[in-house]
């Protein structure tokens, strides 16, 4: 199994939220560019590794921000990608690039998201069914409807795989040109807490008026 360290990527810039979906569909962009979300990127915190690879098509080409580039597996189905974080975080989304008109059979079709504390007790959360997709797909890991009802829940766990079901037209290898893992979106700032807190000495100072 080739695993990779984690990679400092920055992450993506913000997007406009009224333009997302919140029931929980796909949200498709057709670009082979990584497109701007709000939800934060953390998969540098993670471990990567995956089921199998061709020499020079790893796991590192899933996170280098080259749509030209693409991991390659080289063994049996299924075909998995794990990402495990040294502490429990909370996933929103995860985001894949596929491209069938440049990977034919090699395009995933049915793709399964597992998740857990640790390898022997991994479940399936989410299976997701794929029409010759083309760009960036960003899906919610969960099918647990949040308190509000106009989204889900995110998913609190060590261990969290992209598994490989299936390729169009009964491919057998895969290719994956690129996964964002997103956690959920930051809480907005409370109006009671200041928005310019005094940090270095100077204005320490002055913090409280006499």
């Known amino acids: 199994m080739a695993s990779i360290s984690s990679l400092g990527l920055p992450a993506l810039n ?6 997302l979906p919140m029931d929980g569909s ?28 061709k020499f020079g098509f790893g796991p590192e080409c ?12 080289d063994g049996p189905q299924p075909h998995f990608i794990t990402l495990e974080f040294p502490r429990k975080v909370a996933v ?3 985001s894949v690039c596929l491209c069938f ?18 390898p022997s007790d991994l479940q399936d959360v989410r ?3 794929l029409d010759k997709p083309d760009g960036w797909i960003t899906f919610d890991v969960s099918a647990d409807a949040n308190e509000e009802g106009d989204g889900f829940k995110p998913l609190h766990a060590y261990i969290v795989q992209l598994i490989i079901i299936a390729n169009h037209m009964n491919g057998k290898d895969t290719h994956v040109r690129g996964l964002r893992v997103l956690g959920p979106l930051e809480e907005p700032t409370s109006d009671r807490e200041d928005p310019f807190p005094f940090t270095t000495p100077p204005f320490k100072m002055f913090e409280c008026v006499r």
């Open 26 to 53: 796909l949200l498709v962009h057709s670009g082979r560019k990584p497109p701007l979300l709000p939800w934060p990127d953390i998969g540098h915190l993670a471990k990567w590794s995956v089921s199998s690879y």
């Open 92 to 94: 929103q989304k995860l």
């Open 127 to 129: 299976v997701l069914s």
């Open 14 to 19: 913000s997007f406009v939220v009224a333009q």
């Open 101 to 118: 008109p440049l990977d034919d059979s090699y395009t995933p079709a049915t793709i399964a998201v597992r998740a857990g504390t640790g």
């Open 62 to 73: 899933l996170r280098d921000d080259e749509p030209d580039t693409f991991w390659h597996s």
